[in-house]
């Protein structure tokens, strides 16, 4: 199994560009997830996913866009790209335990900078 | 907003010494999870605490949720240089979203 895997590993972009990251898992997890990781600090969720057609927004989704059609790819896309978004994504799925005892699996992450 | 405070922020210490870490909040959990991130690598989990007052070791780290479910700590003893990293905290709200802690990063010196 390969996990999580996100494309690219690093990206440059200019102020008011677009761009998709992509995610894919092989663990047929139903439960998606989108991170932003700032420098030195925990991760903040964008998106969340329960399933395949089902979306919701997490912490900070100002400024992003998600898709879920199907169980192994959650693509979160970036609109008119800001200064303000250049983070380090994460993407992480996990089966979806009861009760918060779940178990998220991350990718390598996305480097991003937005010049 | 919930919060999830985690101290100290940094903490560099030789080889052989003990350290805890600690994270709180105001907010009530259903669980805690303790994480550790190595440099250009996702967050890889170590931990989850459920019921308050809990104790979970795992080899030289002895993990505690408190009895109020809003705080937990880690604490490491002998650390060894192979436990560099960003340890993270992350608090369960319901059956599948978390909040993550601010973060410590870790440096154990040879």
């Known amino acids: 199994n390969a996990g999580v895997t996100q494309t690219p590993k690093f990206r440059i972009l200019k102020i008011g560009q677009s761009m998709t990251l992509q995610c894919t898992q092989d663990?047929?997890?139903?439960?998606m997830y989108w991170y932003r990781q700032d420098p030195g600090m925990g991760l903040k969720l964008i998106y969340y996913?329960?399933?395949?057609?089902?979306?919701d927004k997490g912490e900070v989704p100002n400024g992003y866009n998600v898709s879920r059609s199907t169980t192994e790819d959650f693509p979160l896309r970036l609109e008119l790209a800001a200064p303000s978004q250049t983070s380090v994504y994460f993407c992480a799925s996990s089966y979806g335990a009861v009760y918060g005892t779940d178990t998220q699996y991350f990718g390598p992450g996305t480097r991003l900078t937005v010049l | 907003t919930q919060l999830l405070e985690q101290s100290p922020q940094f903490l560099s210490i030789q080889e052989g010494e003990n350290l805890t870490v600690y994270c709180n909040s105001s907010s009530v959990f259903s669980s805690l999870q303790w994480y550790r991130q190595e440099p250009g690598e996702g967050p890889v989990l170590l931990v989850t605490?459920?019921?308050?007052?809990e104790v979970k070791k795992l080899k030289r780290l002895t993990f505690q949720f408190g009895d109020a479910r809003k705080d937990s700590s880690l604490h490491i003893t002998a650390a060894q240089p192979g436990d560099t990293g960003l340890y993270l905290c992350a608090g369960g709200l319901g059956t599948y979203k978390y909040i993550f802690g601010t973060g410590t990063r870790l440096k154990v010196l040879a």
């Open positions: 605490v459920v019921t308050g007052g």
């Open positions: 996913s329960v399933g395949a057609g089902i979306t």
């Open positions: 663990m047929n997890h139903n439960y």
